[in-house]
């Protein structure tokens, strides 16, 4: 059996980039990032591992899906050059700031479009808003079997077989297919590729869709409403240096300032 499979994927701000390059605007109500690029979603590369691990030993077909606004296509077609054979993107103003079921809705719309699959994968959650809610919810709309915080996936015949994380270790699931399952960093990181996977990558198929095109109307979705978002507090710090003329001294002066700002 050669599995066909989807991975959902999502580009982020880079959540390895320093505080300094995040800015909170109070009045919209958005972060915004300030001079790093996107990356994709670090626990959806860890989704897209485990389906290529799955065509390593069986074959098969992997499509990438993503909705964004202003997609980065070089971030995005890292899916193609990793070994996904096929790029679905769908894109328009109203498809951003989504709440977790609306966009869920999308892309279950979108996972029917693409006609016949045996798994459904997503990251756990994603590196922005966290709410790991989504791949949940896709399951839900379309009846199948969910498993979630999958640490390893094989499949058996018609069977998949999953390595779920728990508490206190883990796990074996075997659930029938198609199903969806929600996989965790351990996992494995997304493999490197090669100048020549990169190039062959130009030549792999990228769909557009709007919600037109899957026959969403954008009335029936909700958006995602933030009450209040403020930035985090003030960390400034202050350096003292302790005088003494012995060492002695110095850590007894030290002592007395620790106690004076209440650290000891």
Request: hydrophobic share 40%; aromatic share 4%.
């Amino acid at each position: 059996m050669e599995p066909k499979i989807i991975v959902c994927i999502k580009q982020v701000p880079d959540p390895e980039g320093p505080p300094s390059a995040f800015q909170i605007d109070t009045e919209e109500k958005k972060v915004n990032p300030v001079g790093i690029s996107p990356v994709l979603n670090p626990f959806d590369e860890n989704a897209l591992e485990a389906a290529l691990k799955i065509k390593d030993s069986l074959g098969g077909r992997i499509t990438a899906i993503s909705m964004e606004n202003k997609p980065a296509m070089s971030i995005l077609k890292k899916a193609l050059s990793v070994g996904a054979d096929e790029l679905i993107i769908i894109k328009g103003d109203n498809v951003i700031d989504l709440d977790s079921h609306s966009t869920a809705q999308v892309l279950a719309s979108t996972i029917r479009k693409t006609g016949e699959y045996d798994l459904v994968l997503t990251g756990r959650q994603t590196a922005d808003w966290g709410f790991g809610l989504t791949g949940a919810t896709i399951a839900e709309i379309l009846q199948i079997p969910l498993i979630s915080v999958a640490q390893k996936i094989d499949i058996e015949g018609d069977k998949a077989v999953v390595e779920k994380l728990i508490r206190n270790g883990c796990e074996v699931v075997k659930t029938s297919m198609p199903a969806l399952v929600t996989v965790s960093s351990e996992v494995g990181d997304l493999r490197l590729f090669s100048l020549k996977a990169l190039k062959e990558a130009r030549n792999k198929p990228v769909t557009t869709y709007t919600l037109n095109d899957l026959g969403i109307d954008p009335a029936i979705l909700a958006y995602r409403e933030i009450e209040r978002l403020d930035p985090p507090p003030s960390r400034e710090r202050d350096c003292v240096f302790i005088e003494g003329e012995s060492s002695a001294e110095k850590g007894e002066m030290l002592a007395v300032r620790l106690r004076q700002d209440n650290v000891i």
